[in-house]
């Protein structure tokens, strides 16, 4: 059995899609569909159901995938290792959110850069996760971190960590709200404050509200800008209240720049995962920037 009809069976089989096998494979569409059709006729089977969007595999289809995929994977890797050239570096393209990217992964995988034989280059690009997980799937990037679990088989996540949210505003705000009314009374308590947030609808206020208070929040953005250290930088010249990750605040947090409105019992958190192309663990450099993530990952919080 040709080794090329494979490896585009298995694309095709993770990506769910001939439109996006192909990209991947740097082929165009009809010649994944011509080669998908030759396996076809080679096994007498057909492997993939069409449909308006994408392709279902069929039952001979997945068990064909379960059995050549890893075998195929070890190809990769063994390639990958043979041709390594020790005079060059590799190069990691690595894709997430700004503020998390920027103050926990980048200087995580920064000791990986140098030139002990085994480091690579390193290239970083800012997203949301949807525009991350697309550019991921694209083919785009090596290795995502985003906040979203993508779903299918062409994506691989990994929990890598918990950020924990917490209600915060600059001192002189805190002074005049009072305490035992937000503890009885909750969100109420909050209405007529400002706020600051990343976007006009509000999603780590919302997100806070309807997890710690049940409820929605009735006040607008007063400050709307679209990067967290942004906001921090606002709430605490006093523009308002803010949801923020503990990790970015703990800082203002512990000097006094900003102080915490609440303590819920249960506080919000948001998961982090850490996401490849199925199949790519194979390749050395991403494989290596994969565990360190995770090993450094234990010490962030």
Request: charged share 20%; glycine share 8%.
């Amino acid at each position: 059995m040709d080794l090329a009809l494979l490896r585009t069976f298995v694309t095709v089989h993770r990506a769910g899609s001939f439109t996006r096998a192909a990209a991947l494979l740097g082929l165009s569409q009809p010649a994944v569909t011509s080669q998908i059709r030759t396996l076809e006729r080679q096994l007498g089977r057909p492997l993939f159901l069409r449909q308006a969007r994408g392709v279902t595999p069929t039952t001979i289809g997945d068990e064909l995938a379960h059995k050549a995929a890893p075998h195929l994977d070890a190809l990769v890797e063994i390639a990958e290792r043979g041709l390594d050239d020790e005079s060059s570096l590799r190069t990691l393209h690595l894709a997430g959110p700004p503020e998390f990217t920027a103050e926990r992964a980048l200087p995580a995988l920064t000791e990986l850069t140098g030139d002990d034989g085994q480091g690579f280059a390193l290239r970083a690009s800012f997203g949301t996760a949807e525009e991350t997980l697309e550019g991921l799937a694209a083919g785009h990037h090596d290795l995502a971190i985003s906040t979203a679990r993508p779903r299918g088989a062409l994506l691989t996540a990994t929990p890598l960590c918990d950020e924990e949210h917490v209600l915060v505003a600059a001192p002189r705000w805190v002074e005049r709200i009072d305490g035992d009314a937000l503890r009885l009374k909750g969100a109420p308590a909050l209405e007529n404050l400002p706020v600051v947030e990343v976007h006009e609808s509000l999603p780590f206020v919302s997100r806070y509200w309807a997890s710690v208070f049940d409820s929605r929040p009735a006040a607008s953005g007063t400050v709307i800008v679209p990067d967290l250290r942004a906001v921090l930088a606002c709430a605490a010249s006093g523009a308002g209240l803010a949801v923020l990750p503990r990790y970015l605040c703990a800082a203002a947090l512990g000097d006094g720049t900003v102080a915490a409105l609440h303590d819920p019992v249960v506080p919000p958190l948001r998961t982090y995962f850490l996401v490849v192309r199925t199949g790519t663990l194979a390749m050395p450099h991403i494989a290596r920037a994969h565990e360190w993530l995770l090993r450094a990952a234990t010490s962030w919080w």
